[in-house]
T-cell receptor, first 109, second 116 residues
């Protein structure tokens, strides 16, 4: 069945550091791919998405490119801020939505 | 625009007691989801509604869990009786519907259940 594997955390970075959170998937067909973010005490919020191969999703300085050849959708940001501290979930959607286990990011000043 | 509303936010009960969670989706969203999120894990789907019809409840433990979405708007998820292992966050989400593979799901803040 469909599944998502993402980089285990926690990840701790200093402000302005470069961020990469790896995500790979297994799926039949052509799923859509998502990154959701969960801030403390809140629900999941969509960060970005891509619906077909080679699409790049971007939002708030975060980017991820749908790579069909490597079945990956890695999340990147060039310069993280303290306010980016949260848990990040990679997900895929075809007939249903499957989430990764989440990666907790802490950014220190 | 109001987001997905869930209540209560927190619930503590003793095992074998019943518990119910309520969700009001974003206005106009036809599809409603209930997810279970265990600590340190991603959400797992329990049930999906298209309007008032449960179209995917394959992961719902039907011996103790039940759900309803009367009139195709708000929804209630019930556990009776609760077990220690049911302690988790119960998330509700909604989406406009019609494009299952690409629809963005909008999540509520969740109900954190603790079973003692």
């Amino acid at each position: 069945g469909n599944s998502v594997t993402q980089m285990e955390g926690p990840v701790t970075l200093s402000e302005e550091a470069f961020l990469t959170i790896n995500c790979t998937y297994t799926a039949t067909g052509y799923p859509s791919l998502f990154w959701y973010v969960q801030y403390p005490g809140e629900g999941l919020q969509l960060l970005l998405k891509a619906t077909k191969a080679d699409d790049k999703g971007s939002n708030k300085g975060f980017e991820a490119t749908y790579r069909k050849e490597t079945t990956s959708f890695h999340l990147e940001k060039g310069s993280v801020q303290v306010s980016d501290s949260a848990v990040y979930f990679c997900a895929l959607s075809s007939n249903d939505m499957r989430f990764g286990a989440g990666t907790r990011l802490t950014v220190k000043p | 625009e109001a987001g997905v509303v869930q209540s209560p936010r927190y619930k503590i009960i003793e095992k074998k007691q019943p518990v119910a969670f309520w969700c009001n989706p974003i206005s106009g969203h036809n599809t409603l989801y209930w997810y279970l999120q265990n600590l340190g894990q991603g959400p797992e789907l329990l049930i999906r509604y298209e309007n008032e019809e449960a179209v995917d409840d394959s992961q719902l433990p039907k011996d103790r869990f039940s759900a309803e979405r009367l009139k195709g708007v708000d929804s209630t998820l019930k556990i009776q009786p609760a077990e220690l292992g049911d302690s988790a966050v119960y998330l509700c989400a909604s989406s406009p519907g019609g494009e299952l593979g690409t629809d963005t799901q909008y999540f509520g803040p969740g109900t954190r259940l603790t079973v003692l």
